[in-house]
């Protein structure tokens, strides 16, 4: 009687688990969204001098897309966003003159998310910044990279992988420390069956696949840090509960040939580009600045 009770319950237990998703899943699609439409990103920059335009291009039969502000200056900044996201998470930055006198400003819809391919994920670091190392190459140093959250791990990697398209990374809040990573949240594996998988919106399902592959691929980045040697700066709240505090520590541990600065925020939470966007805005000016004068 009491095994009967337990599988029971277990079922009982699944069922509200599901029945929850699909609830979630519902208000996700019915409230949120993670790209501005053109409509509104038109009206946005109605009243500035200078509006980025959208640029495509395609690689190994993957659409990607981002947005610049090419005023030929000599250095870029290229913004990469986390999961979901899109590129106009740092849409406020292309209207600061501050940074656009300085530099021509990118920010990419990473692969999977707004018009790059939306819908087909690329759980690999490795590729995606295969993917976007294109965009690098178009553009002049010196090259700063500036990603929150995931984005983060993506432009670490970049810097591991294409050393000759980086000068300089700096991360918001981000997830690189694999054994900070939860092991598994207990939703996402039924996001990926067949009959719950349809239900939910193409970004979350998107950015599902990230994460559920996130700590394995941060595992394999682990002998890769040694390879940084560009400046590198990390900004992370303390109280930041998203994405744990640590990763602050564990860049420092791993930064180990590179000129680096962790700057670790008592009162902030995850969502820096935002909330610290004057604190941003200077850590980029400072990097330019320091860049410029090593060349």
């Known amino acids: 009687m009491a095994k009967s009770k337990l599988f029971k319950g ?46 495509f291009y395609e690689v190994g039969g993957y659409k990607m897309h981002f947005k610049a502000l090419d005023l030929n200056k000599p250095a870029t900044l290229v913004f990469v966003h986390g999961t979901p ?51 690098l190459e178009k553009y002049p140093a ?5 990603g929150h959250s995931l984005g983060g791990p993506i432009v670490a990697r970049m810097a591991m992988d294409h050393p000759n398209l980086v000068e300089g990374i700096i991360m918001l809040a981000p997830a690189i420390a694999p054994d900070l990573e939860p092991n598994e949240d207990w939703f996402r594996v039924p996001m990926r069956w067949p009959i719950i998988e349809g239900i939910f919106p193409k970004v979350m ?13 941060l595992e394999l980045m682990l002998p890769l840090w040694q390879n940084i040697t560009i400046p590198s700066i990390v900004i992370q709240g303390e109280k930041d509960n998203l994405v744990a505090p640590g990763n602050g520590p564990f860049a420092d541990s791993m930064l180990v040939n590179a000129p680096h600065e962790i700057i670790m925020l008592e009162k902030q939470n995850h ?20 860049l410029k004068r090593n060349l």
């Open 10 to 55: 277990l079922k009982i237990g699944c069922l509200s688990s599901l029945v929850l998703i699909v609830v979630l899943s519902q208000v996700i699609s019915g409230c949120v969204t993670f790209s501005m439409s053109d409509k509104k990103v038109a009206a946005y920059f109605e009243d500035v001098p200078y509006k980025p335009k959208s640029e």
């Open 85 to 135: 996201g899109a590129w106009d998470a740092f849409i406020d930055y292309f209207k600061d003159s501050t940074l656009y006198n300085e530099a021509n400003i990118i920010s990419v819809d990473r692969p999977g998310f707004g018009k790059s391919s939306y819908g087909k994920p690329v759980a690999s670091l490795e590729r995606q910044c295969l993917l976007m190392s294109e965009i």
């Open 142 to 146: 010196p090259r700063i990279l500036i």
């Open 205 to 217: 399902r998107v950015s599902n696949e990230e994460v559920i592959f996130l700590k394995e691929e």
């Open 271 to 290: 969502f820096l580009p935002w909330n610290e966007s004057e604190l941003v805005k200077k850590t980029i000016l400072k990097m330019i600045e320091s």
